[in-house]
């Protein structure tokens, strides 16, 4: 296993990394900049493209022509073309102090994401699922940072993984009944043992979890056990996403942290993932 650069933009807060199977690229977020990018899996030919405000997360569609966002005033459409946005829902307009966080599409096609109250103190977040008719569904209610929905395996694809992150309270739905439970506390508490950030699912189902100012990267068993623990270069990671031409290179996030606010990865991890869908 080794651990390079892949680029060094000098992002203030990389997040949500999506790997587009088809293009071979690397996608990603700088939530407080309000900018979106892409490279190649050299971390070459890179694009942008400016959302103006606070973006959470993303999911590419399926024409390649834009992306559905989540922005600190709602869901939109990006036109890459254009960059032009299309307001599909607002709805916590009435939550001055919430924004649009982290989020993923699912095995059906559908992106997961969550919301946060910014001061990280009131339970006023929610889990939302945005379906390809563009009609939006509550999933969650009451959680003060929603963030890493992660997915599973094609074996379990009813399966979804959120965190409710300042309570450290990892969440599981079946979706065919359309109820959570939670499924206890992980061990991460505090700045010196990481703050649980950005996740992704293997192909074994075993959910991979960047702990932020830790510098660490954990692997977790289905049952919620610790199965590995990766030590990263740099303290501040905050997600991962699978990718590469077998899906066997990790790709890890990072925020600012003088001097390095690099996009890593990790190569020959002893993991791999099978491709997520893009978003209708």
């Keep these: 296993m080794r651990i390079e650069v892949l680029l060094d933009l000098k992002t203030r807060l990389g997040e949500s990394p999506v790997w587009d199977v088809e293009q071979q690229r690397l996608w990603w977020v700088d939530s407080l900049d309000g900018r ?14 400016d959302v103006r405000q606070k973006i959470g997360s993303f999911a590419l569609r399926q024409n390649g022509e834009g992306a559905v966002v989540a922005l600190q005033n709602g869901v939109h459409l990006l036109d ?8 599909l829902h607002h709805p916590e307009a009435d939550r001055p102090f919430n924004r649009l966080n982290d989020g993923k599409v699912d095995r059906q096609g559908r992106f997961l994401f969550g919301s946060m ?30 963030n890493a929905p992660a997915g599973a395996p094609p074996a379990r694809p009813s399966i979804c993984r959120y965190l409710d992150g ?12 359309r109820s959570f439970r939670r499924t206890g506390l992980l061990p991460c508490r505090s700045q010196r043992s990481g703050a649980a950030d950005g996740a992704t699912v293997d192909s074994e189902g075993y959910l991979w979890n960047a702990l932020v100012y ?53 190569i020959s991890c002893a993991a791999a993932c099978s491709p997520f869908t893009t978003w209708a």
């Excluded at 190649?40 to 694009?47: P, R």
């Excluded at 919620?224 to 997600?239: F, L, Q, Y």
Aim: hydrophobic share 40%; proline share 4%; net charge positive.
């Design 36 to 49: 979106l990018f892409a490279c190649n899996a050299q971390g070459g030919a890179i694009k942008s493209w």
């Design 80 to 87: 890459f073309a254009s960059g032009e946005l299309t307001l």
């Design 166 to 177: 300042r309570n450290l309270r990892l969440g599981l739905q079946h979706r065919d009944r």
């Design 214 to 266: 830790a510098g660490k990267l954990v692997r977790y068993t289905p049952e919620g056990k610790v199965d590995r623990i990766i030590e990263m270069p740099v303290k501040k990671v905050t997600s991962v996403m699978f990718g590469g031409e077998n899906l066997d290179v990790l790709y890890v996030t990072s925020m600012a942290q003088p001097p390095c606010r690099a996009s890593r990865k990790i």
């Design 117 to 146: 109250d910014m001061r990280e103190e009131e339970p006023s977040g929610a889990l939302y699922r945005l379906d390809a008719d563009l009609s939006l569904h509550v999933l969650k209610k009451d959680i003060i940072v929603s």
